[in-house]
Each structure stands twice: as structure tokens, then as C-alpha cells.
């Protein structure tokens, strides 16, 4: 392809170009494709979908790890990609190439045949498509946004439902409030279909309860019917059956732990074996989720002055109140101090990620720009920090709020760098070694 574009690429941005003028949450395009392909959603292994405003993503690593230690294959679709679009995909237990990747979305724009359709939307059907095509014996599947209207609800009949713990984020499309927007996300509960649910605040429980009772789909509630705490550097799981001990792994946080809960709460309701559990939690790993970066041209500076690097992708105020609490716990393990380089989505509640970040009061925040149409101005960021009553600094981007964190004398700092998965994307792109495979 001329202008360094793959054959995936050139499609996807002809694609792209179809996307409606009008976002509206809906899967009447959806089911049109779906309808053209030959209905991929209805010819998948057995499936697990998982919603959630934070942590399905994390949710999904440790599944995947989990059904992999019990020797059976998995697709997985997530998003969004951090660095290669590739990354969405994972056919068997591999990333799709980016030749099969190609043939699909050839046939998709073919079947689309010019119609308004979105991105999203586009690389859902080329992930059922692609399952539908390859044998495996679980698909694990992430919704997008929301979960009523969303692209991956035109799945009729999963295994189980999941859904991770329901925050503010994408109220413009979801709703004001927590019971609006767990309404949508209790719209990926089925009628009969067994759903999981993490610990939620009491408005979104209600909502989920009174869904999952209404499709007479069995619920099992995080807090009701089971728990996980941290205990001693591993992790308790607690159910019906009695209290497991498991290994904590490496995802770091107290919300790693609740993930991993949800994670295994699923997947006894789908009977893997015990030994599985505690292998897939001792070596999932998701990218960009408190990632310490050793390796890239970053992580080679903040070595050289003896600091360390942690590449996370929290980008609303819960999922900072999550990524504080972890930094608090990285301070207080050798009272080492604490720089975050940050850079956030303009739509996201600013004045709300500040606020997370007030009890930690690191000894820098530096706030940056990055390579998004939406990426927040660090001024805009600046005027925000200092109303929250935080010292902060503005830097043209990462490379040189990096210098800022390691410029003075004193103990080496813990350096984080968090804000957009966009930015976490921006990061792990710099060196092919960072690249999530």
C-alpha cells in the first residue's frame, strides 16, 4: 500500500468514512451486517460478555488467563487497541494477523455495501466473523459502550453475562445518572442466561437486580454471593462452597483483587477446574493497567536515575480513585515520592479525576498533551488542577514532563504516567518491545 498503509488500514478508513453524522446508540446497522454476513453471532463457541464502566477489560485478562491454564482455546474481543488495531481481536489464543485481518474486513465493506455504519461497529462484526470462522471453545467479549445499544449486543444468547462495576463515564451517550447508566448496562442481560455482577453502589444494584429478575436470569451478586479480599500478599475468594486462597499476581490494586473476584466467580459458574483459577490469576496481565514499563526509551531514562515507571490507563474519576489508592500503597512501600504525568480526554469530568487525586497531593504533576483530536490542552488542565487546589505544571508532552519528574535532587521518584489509553498507547508505540502481543 502506497503512503505506508496496510491493506486493513486503507479499509478501515474507508470505512470510517461512512460512519453516521448523528451518533446514535443502535443495532438496527448492526443487525443489517450481521444479517449480510450470514449471521456470525449466531454460529460462536459459547460466550461470556462482560460489561461495566471499570475493569471488564481487566476483568477479561484474568478470564482469559484462567480458561487458557484449563487447556482450552479462546477468542477475545476488546477494546480499544492501544497500539496495533490487531490487538482487539484473539482468535485461539493469538492476535488475528493482520492478512486474515485484512480478508475480513475486505468481505465486511463488501457485505456493508456503502451503507452508514461505525467504526465500532465495523471491527465488532469483523471479531464475530472471524469466530464464527475458527474453532475455539469460549469467546470472551467486551462491550464497547454501555450495553443495551451497544455493537456486541447483538449476541442473542451468551453463556453468561458479566458485568464489572458501573461508574460515571460516557454520560453525554449513557445517562446523568448511576441508575440511567446501569440501565444500559444491564441491557446485555438475557432472558435465563446466568449474570455475574462486582460490588456496585446501591442505585446501580437495584438496576441490575431488577433486570436480571425481570429476564428470570439467575444473579450472582459480588457482597451477596461472594467476595475477594486481600490478605497476606494473596487472594481470598469466597462463595457457597467455602474460602479459596489464591495468588495475587500481577495486577497490582485493591481493584485488581475485586476483578479478580468477578473474574472467578465466572468462571466457576462455567466449571473450570480450581487449579485454573489459581494459575490464571498468578499470570494474567493486561497492558497499561499500573504496567511497569522496563523496557522502551521512557523506562531507560527513569532507570538511569534510579526511578521507576507505571504506565495506567485510569481515565474517569473512579478508575482514579482506584490508581490513587494503588500509588498511595507505591509511596508508603519505601516513602519514595510520587510524580504523575497526566494527560485526559477534554470530555471526561476533569474537575472529578483532580479530585481523586488530592489525597495523594503527589510531589509533581505534570499534565501534558498527546496525539488525539480530543486530548485535553494541559492550560485547560493547569486552570483545573489549581481550582482543585492542586500544584501542577503544564509540558508540551510526555518526553519532557518525563525531564520535569527526574530533574530534582533527592531520592529517585515513582513516576507515573496516566490520564487516556490513547496516551498509554503513545507510550508503549515508542519501542516494539512494549508492544502488547
Known amino acids: 500500500m502506497t503512503d505506508g498503509l496496510r491493506a486493513h488500514d486503507a479499509a478501515l478508513e474507508r470505512l470510517r468514512a461512512l460512519h453516521p453524522q448523528l451518533i446514535d446508540l443502535s443495532l438496527v446497522r448492526m443487525e443489517r451486517l450481521c444479517a449480510k454476513l450470514g449471521r456470525p453471532e449466531r454460529r460462536l463457541p459459547p460466550v461470556i460478555h462482560v460489561a461495566g464502566t471499570n475493569g471488564k477489560g481487566s476483568t477479561i485478562a484474568f478470564l482469559r488467563a484462567i480458561v487458557e491454564a484449563g487447556g482450552l482455546r479462546t477468542h477475545v474481543y476488546t477494546s480499544p487497541h492501544l497500539v496495533r ?17 485484512a480478508e475480513v474486513l475486505a468481505r465486511i465493506e463488501t457485505a456493508n455495501e456503502g451503507e452508514p455504519i461505525t467504526f465500532f461497529e465495523i471491527t465488532t462484526a469483523a471479531a464475530l466473523l472471524a469466530f464464527a470462522e475458527t474453532p475455539a471453545d469460549l469467546c470472551l467479549v467486551e462491550v464497547g459502550l454501555g450495553g443495551r445499544y451497544d455493537a456486541t449486543n447483538v449476541i442473542e444468547r451468551p453463556a453468561i453475562t458479566a458485568i464489572a462495576p458501573v461508574a460515571f463515564d460516557h454520560c453525554e451517550f449513557l445517562g446523568e445518572t448511576i441508575t440511567e447508566i446501569a440501565g444500559e448496562k444491564a441491557g446485555i442481560i438475557k432472558p435465563g442466561v446466568p449474570c455475574v455482577s462486582a460490588r ?28 475477594s479480599w486481600a490478605e497476606g500478599g494473596r487472594i481470598r475468594y469466597q462463595d457457597s462452597a467455602g474460602i479459596m486462597d489464591l495468588p495475587q499476581g500481577r495486577l497490582m490494586g485493591a481493584h485488581q483483587v475485586a476483578n479478580a473476584g468477578l473474574a472467578v466467580a465466572v468462571a466457576r459458574k462455567f466449571g473450570l477446574p480450581d487449579a485454573a483459577l489459581a494459575e490464571g490469576l498468578r499470570c494474567a496481565s493486561w ?33 482514579f480513585e482506584s490508581l490513587a489508592r494503588s500509588l498511595r500503597d507505591l509511596r508508603a512501600s519505601d516513602g519514595r515520592p510520587l510524580a504523575v504525568i497526566l494527560g485526559v480526554l477534554v470530555n471526561k469530568d476533569l474537575e472529578g479525576i483532580f479530585a481523586a487525586l488530592c489525597p495523594i497531593r503527589p510531589l509533581k504533576l505534570l499534565l501534558v498533551a498527546f496525539d488525539a483530536s480530543a486530548a485535553a490542552d494541559p492550560a485547560i488542565l493547569l486552570d483545573v488542577a489549581r481550582r482543585a487546589g492542586l500544584y501542577a505544571e503544564a509540558r508540551p508532552d510526555v518526553s519532557t514532563a518525563l525531564d520535569a519528574a527526574l530533574s530534582d535532587d533527592g531520592p529517585p521518584p515513582h513516576v507515573v504516567i496516566c490520564g487516556s489509553l490513547y496516551l498509554a498507547g503513545e507510550v508503549l508505540a515508542l519501542d516494539s518491545e512494549t508492544w502488547p502481543n
Open 200 to 227: 456496585q453502589v446501591a442505585s446501580a444494584s437495584a438496576v441490575i437486580s431488577q433486570a436480571a429478575q425481570s429476564a428470570r436470569a439467575p444473579l450472582t451478586l459480588a457482597g451477596r454471593d461472594f467476595d
Open 287 to 319: 497492558p497499561a493497567r499500573m504496567q511497569s514499563l522496563t523496557a522502551g526509551p521512557l523506562a531507560a531514562r527513569a532507570s538511569a536515575r534510579g526511578a521507576d515507571l507505571w504506565l495506567d490507563g485510569a481515565h474517569n474519576p473512579h478508575a
Open 85 to 101: 488495531f490487531a490487538e482487539r481481536i484473539r482468535l485461539a489464543g493469538e492476535l488475528i494477523s493482520e492478512d486474515h485481518l
